[in-house]
């Protein structure tokens, strides 16, 4: 699983039942802008195949 979040990526492999955690650094969510935000995951199997990708819309609120 590829997890994409503001420019920043990071690959991290799934468990045999599909399950998977990423964390996500401090400094990356502390440099959010304010307003939505999308947060994009996209899967590749053993045999190559990617699926397309998932997407996730969140809005931040600073609290700066």
Do not use: H, M
């Not at 990071?10 to 969510?29: C, I, Q, Y």
């Not at 502390?30 to 939505?36: I, Q, V």
């Amino acid at each position: 699983v590829t997890l994409t979040l503001n420019g920043w990526s990071r690959n991290k492999n799934a468990s045999t039942s599909g399950d998977w955690s990423l964390e996500v650094p401090r400094t990356v969510l502390s440099a959010l802008p304010a307003g939505p935000v999308q947060f994009l995951a996209r899967s590749v199997d053993l045999a190559g195949n990617e699926s397309p990708a998932a997407s996730r819309n969140v809005t931040v609120i600073s609290t700066n």
